[in-house]
């Protein structure tokens, strides 16, 4: 059997599955809906419902498998609540204690700078908010593990809470030239 492999611009508001069994679920709004993927894709890795950009979906478990136990980098862009501090990014660098499944857990060091102007990404579905509420600022994070929401949890324990997440990288394959909500196959997933 040959396998496919794709890279989709994940919105707002979708979750990385493609159907539920969850009554609290139904309504959601699930992969499936924007494109006819073939039977047996499965997203590799998740996106939450609230967090945008680069998902890379395969029909080989195998490759799937070899991303999320590896230690692939994954970059991320947060728009995060208010002017971020250089002190603030440092501790991001080293590492935070974060809680993970009712226990607390030591983030490994990363990479973590303040991106210097605004990175052009489409309007999200859900407007965040305006300068009236504050400033906000744009980090770039790139981690290479990747426990629930951890991010967003890192961000608010240096005090800098995520407003807008969107992943642009997962390896060497990036979110570049590719529309919100476009799928695009690939030959194969490095």
Not at 172 to 187: R, S
């Amino acid at each position: 059997m040959e396998h496919r492999h794709f890279r989709l611009f994940k919105p707002y508001g979708y979750l990385s599955q493609f159907q539920t069994n969850a009554k609290h679920e139904i309504n959601k709004k699930f992969l499936g809906e924007l494109y006819d993927f073939p039977k047996g894709t499965m997203a590799i890795g998740r996106l939450d419902k609230d967090s945008e950009g680069l998902l890379l979906l395969t029909t080989d478990g195998k490759v799937s498998y070899d991303i999320t136990s590896s230690k692939t980098d994954k970059e991320y862009y947060a728009q995060v609540d208010g002017e971020i501090t250089p002190e603030a990014i440092i501790q991001l660098q080293n590492g935070v204690t974060i809680s993970h499944q009712s226990e607390t857990y030591l983030t490994k060091p990363c990479k973590a700078f303040k991106l210097e102007s605004f990175p052009d990404f489409p309007e999200r579905a859900k407007k965040i908010r305006d300068e009236r509420h504050g400033k906000t600022t744009w980090i770039s994070l790139t981690i290479n593990e990747g426990k629930f929401r951890q991010v967003r949890k890192m961000t608010a324990v240096v005090g800098f809470p995520t407003l807008r997440l969107v992943r642009i990288r997962v390896g060497n394959i990036t979110l570049e030239n590719l529309k919100m909500g476009c799928v695009e196959e690939l030959g194969c997933i490095p």
